[in-house]
């Protein structure tokens, strides 16, 4: 029995051949019948499995495609756009209370401007321990 290696092709024979489209469509055609596998091919035509791979996906056709399908009933759908139209309506809130904020914060400037003292809280100072207190620290005995 012959060596496996003496029949052999070195890289630039297996590079400078080519496979007519026919002998491509039946080789892909048994690999779908189940009659060779990949790898089996591969190993008899002395072939690489990323050429066998491109076969089956220009002639084969039980290649899955690479689509994505997205299925949504009615009621999603329905609840997504009261979603979408609630954060609409929240964002329009928001917007108007800006407003306002800005509104205040340019009243209060022009009433410090006028006159002349600070009405904004001072952040730096203690708060006043006075509210709801009855007088005594201490309790009576």
Do not use: H
């Amino acid at each position: 029995m012959a060596k496996r290696s003496q029949f052999k092709m070195s890289q630039s024979e297996r590079r400078s051949r080519s496979f007519s489209e026919s002998f491509k469509k039946a080789k892909v055609q048994d690999i779908e019948r189940g009659l060779v596998t990949i790898s089996e091919l591969c190993k008899a035509y002395e072939v690489s499995n990323t050429a066998v791979y491109r076969w089956l996906k220009l002639y084969g056709c039980n290649q899955e495609k690479k689509e994505r399908m997205i299925v949504e009933t009615e009621s999603d759908t329905q609840a997504l756009l009261a979603l979408k139209r609630q954060v609409a309506e929240l964002e329009r809130k928001i917007g108007q209370k800006q407003i306002m904020i800005d509104f205040q914060n340019a009243m209060i400037e022009l009433a410090e401007e006028k006159y002349g003292i600070s009405i904004k809280k001072n952040s730096s100072s203690l708060p006043s321990d006075t509210f709801g207190s009855t007088g005594s620290s201490t309790p009576s005995v």
